[in-house]
């Protein structure tokens, strides 16, 4: 196994328990192939962890143990995919929540590679080629320690890749396959394209618009995808919904979510359009709701627009506010690594006093459990979402 030798920083880093290696991290440039497993050592030469080299955004690399002894064979990943089993035990015997987030990357001690289940089917998300180089031995130590899962997906996540979404093993399901969450059925794809149709980290989000904050209310969800927040809404009692989504798929999907919990669509809006055009035709109409729901992308660009959250959220939140009722909800939303928790409060701020208006935030809500967070990794801890009230 090659030595690679880090600078006293990094040294410093990785002995706390810091899981990524950077590109500045080495003392000689970086050589060591996609994939490669390697030793890291100190300036003295002195073990520090062995490690595999994946280039995804800024890290070139991720410990695996700080173990010298430690062996990095098929042994080591089964123990891993036990730990992450034995954390999430609970939601293997609740039988109203089967689809969540069985292993989470760096948190569950594996950088690169998150694990999702639907009901006993599985999606692997590979972000590089290096850890990708070794899915063989992995895929075998996965399927030894959980007996027979049903099937196995991927979704290739590295700029390299030609293919996005592939079968893997076992038999295929069903298409759309009906999973649960919080007793509410949603419709998931698993093998179309990056995504499934819903967004597990919000789980905890949509179980609480529904319980608490939907009944009898018009709840607008915007960048609304395949409607999930929608339905959750629906099904906790809402008086009317309003989907808007600029993807044309988004209306066969969101009519698809109501029907698979035996709501009629036509009972609500579903709007294939760009949101913030629908910001101003709602201003135009003097449209109102009680609650607004806003889950943008970290970063989107449409014909007319581009969007980020870092530059363009405060702006985004100030057409939230002008289309929120006095007194009425705002469950604003983020998953951008770049934004810290305080940022994220600022730009709440900043946008309420732009508008001359008054707010309080009534819950706060961080990834959900499943959704294992490394300590050292500030940024794995992700999802930021405040429930805002609009003061009368």
Known sequence: MEQLRVKKLASKRIRQGYPMLEPLDFIKPLSAKEGALVEIVDEKSQFLAKAYIGSENKAVGWVLTRKEDEAIDKAFFSRLFEKAREKRVS??????????????????????????????YYVFSWYSEGI??????????????????????????????????????????????????NGIRFAVYLDDGLMTGIFLDQRNVRGRLMEEYAAGKTVLNTFSYTGAFSVAAAMGGAAHTTSVDLANRSLERTREQFEVNELSPDDHTI??????????????????????????????????????????????????????????????????????????????????????????????HRA??????????????????FFVQKED
């Open 271 to 364: 709007r294939v359009m760009d949101v913030f055009n629908y910001f101003n035709y709602a201003k135009r109409h003097e449209l109102t709701f009680d609650v607004v729901v806003v889950d943008p992308p970290t970063f989107a660009r449409s014909k007319k627009r581009t969007f980020s959250v870092e530059k363009d959220y405060v702006s985004l939140l100030e057409d939230i506010i002008d289309v929120t009722a006095p007194g009425g909800l705002m469950v604003v939303s983020t998953n951008s690594r770049k934004v810290t928790r305080e940022e994220f409060a600022g730009f709440v701020e900043e946008a309420f006093d732009n508008k001359g208006q008054s707010y309080s935030i009534v819950e706060e």
């Open 132 to 181: 990708y180089a070794h899915r063989q031995m992995i895929y075998e130590a996965f399927e030894e320690t959980m007996t027979n899962p049903a099937g196995i997906y991927e979704k290739l996540r590295f700029k390299t890749s030609q293919e996005r979404s592939r079968f893997v093993s076992g038999k295929q399901a069903p298409e759309p396959l009906i999973v649960m969450e």
């Open 368 to 385: 959900p459990e499943d959704f294992t967070i490394h300590p050292a990794v500030p940024s794995s801890d992700y999802l930021k979402v």
């Open 91 to 120: 939601f293997e015997a609740d039988a109203t929540t089967t689809a969540y987030r069985f292993f989470n990357g760096e948190g569950d001690g594996l950088g690169g590679l998150t694990i999702e289940r639907y009901e006993n």
